[in-house]
């Protein structure tokens, strides 16, 4: 008998404590949107994560599509030739880059990117009483921190998303015209005709909850961390492995949803 | 005034206070000493709210602290931090002016720069310090912003946790004289927590010492040598022959 409840105990543990997890994240989502419509707003700390999310992501964005796109187009190309269906490129590009690969790209690179700084920040800062010290000024850490970062996840990334479809198409555009033969004029109409508005919508939507999974999970292992270097380093672990599954998880959750509407 | 009553906190199973009673009457400074890991910061945090008791009440002038209105009661206290607790990613004077560049004691971005100055002229740092940032700072010129910074708004209430830690005898006898002009310059209510004995005798009105969760002992600074309690005793001779064990 005592064997049965050890079993059901190997397996209650974890998941007891995989939900009381998931409570404190969605207590803390929930903290972080309602703070994010509540004065007072601090516009510099805004500013400064916008250029911190947004503006200094773009080179590793860029890179990323681009490179996936043009791997994409030989793909599609060499793939499509076992049935006769090389001219297919330029639509599959587009709509392989803007639905999935886009956003899904662009979210875990900055999973990698932003979702690591913010945790390492937040939790060092914790660490060294930074966090007290905000509570001391009369500076709530949700309002100073979390809400620019988050907000800044929430507007940029569907920027980014935006401009890594575009750098994705024209990866597969220069390798489809440079290498593969197409009629740059016949690729660019084809590319153009077959994307619908939805299409696009639903990539933006997308880079909006990347944004802000991606975001808020940095916030919230930065400020959960544990004592010294090695809370700071697992902070930052748990924070990026944590958004980079959970960025996989709503997309496939959104997709569901967008394309079956 | 601020009283504790009966005050709790427990981590897991670790019983840190086991019911602190303790007075700071207004415009004095208590000093609060006890070994590492008595519960000296806990205590401190308890009072600002940074730690929320399990059980018994905090009160600044008869008003719980619990219920009061955060803002306005943290505008009331001012905090030099252990390690200083300086942000890192401001320059040193907006980190000293930190509370009067938002919220509801914000200046003009030209007064709060002044006033930033003026009190790193107060803790003895020049006006070239203000445009650096806290990690081009020495440990000792960390603290003194940190004082800077606990002073910038005039609050009547300061705290100082373990304020001289890692500093050379020189430097902790200059924050130490600093420390208690500024408080008696200033007429605050200050509690301040260490095991440096020579700040105690610089800096103390009263004394409390926390030991094994509770007030072991509490008077003037005065009567401490004299105090008859073997705990303070041991503690002052810095002995490890006494009641308290060395090794924890």
Not at chain 2, 24 to 53: D, F, H, Q, Y
């Amino acid at each position: 008998m005592s064997w049965i409840i050890a079993v059901l105990a190997s397996i209650g543990q974890p998941v007891t404590r995989g939900l009381a997890s998931l409570g404190r994240l969605t207590i803390f989502a929930g903290q972080a949107l309602s703070h994010m419509i509540r004065a007072p707003f601090y516009f510099k700390e805004i500013l400064q994560s916008i250029m911190n999310v947004g503006y200094f992501s773009l080179p590793v964005v860029g890179l990323t599509a681009i490179f996936t796109g043009g791997a994409l187009a030989l793909q599609i190309y060499s793939g499509g030739a076992r049935f006769n269906a090389e001219a297919v490129v330029p639509q599959i590009v587009a709509i392989g880059m803007v639905r999935e690969l886009g956003p899904v790209l662009v979210g875990l690179m900055i999973a990698a990117r932003v979702t690591s700084s913010i945790a390492a920040e937040i939790a060092t800062m914790k660490v060294t009483e930074q966090i007290d010290a905000l509570v001391t000024l009369s500076t709530h850490p949700m309002k100073y921190l979390t809400v620019p970062r988050v907000l800044s996840g929430l507007i940029m990334v569907p920027l980014l998303v935006g401009i890594g479809d575009i750098i994705g198409i024209l990866g597969g555009y220069i390798v489809g015209t440079k290498s593969l033969g197409f009629n740059p004029a016949a690729y660019l109409k084809n590319t153009v005709d077959f994307i619908e508005a939805r299409d696009v919508v639903s990539s933006l939507i997308k880079g909006a909850a990347f944004g802000f999974i991606a975001t808020l999970l940095g916030c919230y292992h930065g400020m959960h961390t544990g004592r010294g270097a090695q809370g700071v380093g697992r902070a930052t672990k748990t924070a990026v492995e944590s958004a980079a599954i959970l960025i996989l998880a709503a997309n496939f959750i959104l997709t569901s949803i967008l394309f079956a509407l | 005034m601020i009283e504790l009553a009966d005050v709790h906190k427990a981590f897991g199973s670790n019983k840190v206070l086991r019911g602190v009673n303790l007075t700071i009457p207004k415009g004095t400074s208590l000093v609060v000493i006890g070994g590492s890991g008595t519960g000296k910061s806990i205590c401190l945090k308890s009072i600002l709210g940074l730690v929320t008791p399990d059980s018994g009440t905090i009160t600044l002038d008869g008003e719980d602290v619990t219920k009061a209105d955060r803002d306005s009661f943290l505008a009331r206290f001012g905090m030099l931090f252990q390690g200083g607790a300086l942000f890192d990613s401001l320059p040193v004077w907006q980190n000293v002016a930190f509370r009067l560049l938002r919220g509801s004691l914000k200046r003009p971005k030209d007064e709060a720069r002044a006033i930033a100055i003026e009190k790193l002229r107060r803790v003895g740092l020049k006006s070239e310090v203000a445009d650096l940032f806290p990690a081009e700072l020495s440990g000792g010129m960390q603290k003194r912003v940190g004082l800077a910074r606990a002073i910038a708004a005039e609050p009547e209430i300061i705290f100082f946790d373990e304020p001289t830690t890692g500093l050379d005898p020189i430097m902790s006898g200059v924050i130490n004289e600093l420390i208690r002009e500024i408080v008696v310059e200033m007429g605050a209510t200050a509690m301040t927590i260490t095991h440096d004995m020579t700040s105690v005798r610089a800096i103390a009105d009263n004394v409390a010492m926390l030991h094994d969760g509770v007030i072991q002992w509490t008077g003037p600074v005065a009567q401490m040598d004299n105090s008859g309690d073997p705990y303070l005793d041991q503690f002052i001779r810095g002995s490890a022959d006494g009641p308290i064990e060395s090794v924890r």
